[in-house]
């Protein structure tokens, strides 16, 4: 409901440190995955993707894990820094469905 | 390049009054999406165009909201009459022909129902 919406799940991390955040989809047909941030005031901005007959795939500073098995995706965010502070979505899609967003998680950088 | 562009960035309107959203997306792109990001929660996709036709509008609430790409090029998004409910963030997004996966979102109109 939106009572639970309005309840972000938050990450606080230490600049510098290491980055996860979790996500669990509900289609397991979904055959293609993105993460995107979101700053606050802004449209979500593309991260990285993955399509299902991948598990692993990194990017700049940034890897996505994907764990088909439990229908699990995380993000992993390397030496955080105070400008990865944001919301971050997971998204799914199935063939030509529409895109799918999750809830999303708030992540705060504390210097 | 320029991205996608949005307005207004922000509308505060009094419930059973009219609200419209424009939205130009990027040059060539010819998909176009309106989405709906109610506090805390992700973008809820409200409609898609193709050029100028509707491919999937499922989830628009058709009794009060209307949108239209008569060109194929720009869109806007109509509430007729606003609801409590509806104060959200309205995002656009398109995409290249062809590449439906990767959606580029503009910066959103803000919209505050009193």
């Known amino acids: 409901g939106e009572s639970v919406g309005l309840h972000l799940p938050t990450l606080s991390v230490q600049e510098g440190d290491n980055s996860i955040i979790n996500c669990a989809y509900s289609?397991?047909?979904?055959?293609?995955f993105i993460w995107y941030k979101q700053e606050s005031g802004k449209g979500p901005q593309f991260i990285i993707d993955?399509?299902?007959?991948?598990d692993k795939r990194q990017g700049q500073r940034v890897t996505v894990l994907l764990n088909k098995t439990v229908k699990h995706l995380s993000l992993q965010i390397a030496a955080t820094q105070p400008g990865d502070s944001a919301v971050y979505f997971c998204?799914?899609?199935?063939?030509?469905?529409?895109?799918?967003f999750g809830t999303g998680t708030r992540l705060t950088i504390i210097p | 390049e320029a991205g996608v562009a949005q307005s207004p960035r922000y509308k505060i309107i009094e419930k059973r009054q009219s609200v419209a959203f424009w939205c130009n997306p990027i040059?060539?792109?010819?998909?176009l999406y309106w989405y709906q990001q109610i506090l805390g929660q992700g973008p809820k996709l409200l409609i898609q165009?193709?050029?100028?036709?509707?491919?999937?509008d499922s989830q628009l609430p058709k009794d009060r909201f209307s949108a239209e790409r008569l060109k194929g090029v720009d869109s806007t998004l109509k509430i007729q009459p606003a609801k409590l409910e509806d104060s959200a963030v309205y995002l656009c997004?398109?995409?290249?022909?062809?590449?439906?996966?990767?959606?580029?979102f503009g910066p959103g109109t803000r919209l505050t129902v009193l």
């Open positions: 997004a398109s995409s290249p022909p062809g590449i439906k996966d990767t959606q580029y």
């Open positions: 998204a799914e899609l199935f063939g030509n469905e529409k895109l799918t």
């Open positions: 993955i399509r299902s007959n991948m």
């Open positions: 289609n397991s047909a979904s055959d293609y």
């Open positions: 040059s060539g792109h010819a998909t």
């Open positions: 165009f193709q050029n100028n036709g509707v491919v999937d």
